[in-house]
């Protein structure tokens, strides 16, 4: 009844519905205080909200200055504008190249974040959002600050010890090839991965050696998922 | 720069929208100094992308901007990630609307929309602040139509509950 009447009052109901509800407004006292409970409840939130201050002197400046700023731009012969433009893509491109980490397997930007879950939590909605089997990582010292995922990629952030880390995860193995293999690890200069059932685990942060000691914990006190399909 | 066939000029056609984009920011940032930098820098970005406007959907497409450089700026000072999802957290809607007296002080009623999870205080401010269309708020969320409905219900919920809350203990003390 609730949906139905929020439907009315945000007029997206059809018109056979908005019959329905008006009929039962009208028969029903308890529905008719609801309805006219919701219609208080949107005048009077839109007179609280709308009778802020705004500074309107402030923002036509601001707007003023936005569309002068356009201006000048526009005013530019192209090279000048394109100039400083490719001088910066180069830089950027060159830096990228230099600091680029050939196991990175975080390639899509994150589409949501989980904060403050348990390792539990963190797991079944990593699970539930990507379908990738992902673990319970349950490390006493270690809090997990928050779980986040993109396309192809799931992260666990920890904070251990002053330090953060990233347990990045991914069913794409193929990056961790690109690291050295050492009993069982593959490091690289930024992280430090492994592989464990059908995922690639990829850990970020910290230095080289607190991160192996920190992947070896890890790697001890994760819990595949019985059941992936929730 | 842009006198651009229907959409007319920047200026004039973004002036309007000046009200809406702050009370926007305001929500966001919580404080006014903020806001007002958080639209101006709204603005620059939204001049220099004027060409690219489809030019349907204008307000939409300023919010959408202002909460792009909103959540890049949270990035940058290391504060709370970009997008906090909580569709999974259950309410239970037990509530009654007629229980609330609206009649409360509008400071309180923004205090307490305020409170709301960023994203359903979004959504209360886009739809019953600001009236827009669920359409026009999904444009402006970057969500689909389904995720508005949800979150304004939740939302709406959220501050029912805490202003009868609010209500209730006002009238025993």
Sequence with gaps: VNEKLQGYIDGTLAAN??????????????????????????????AAGRGEAVPEEALSRRLREAAAAGRDCSKRPWWAIAAPVALAALMIFGWLTLTADPMRLNQTRTAAILEGPTPEQASVWVRQRTGMPAPTVEVPAAHLVSSRYGRGWACYDFEVGGHTYFLYMSEDHEPLRHGEEQDGFFVGPRGIGWIEGQLALYLRGGDPESRREFAETLRGALKTPVNSEL | MPMIGRKGSFESKVRSELPVLYRVARRLCGCPTEAEDLVGQTLMKACRGWDGFDGRFLRSWLIQILRREFYDRRRQANAAPLVLDLEEIDLVDDGDWSAVDWKLAAERILDELDRLPEEYRLAVQLCDVEEMSYEEAAEAMEVPIGTVRSRLYRGRAQLRQRLSAFVAEEEVS
């Design chain 1, 17 to 46: 519905e908005r019959r329905e509800v008006e009929a039962a407004a009208a028969s029903d006292p308890a529905v008719r205080a609801e309805l006219q409970g919701l219609q208080a409840y949107r005048a009077a939130i839109r």
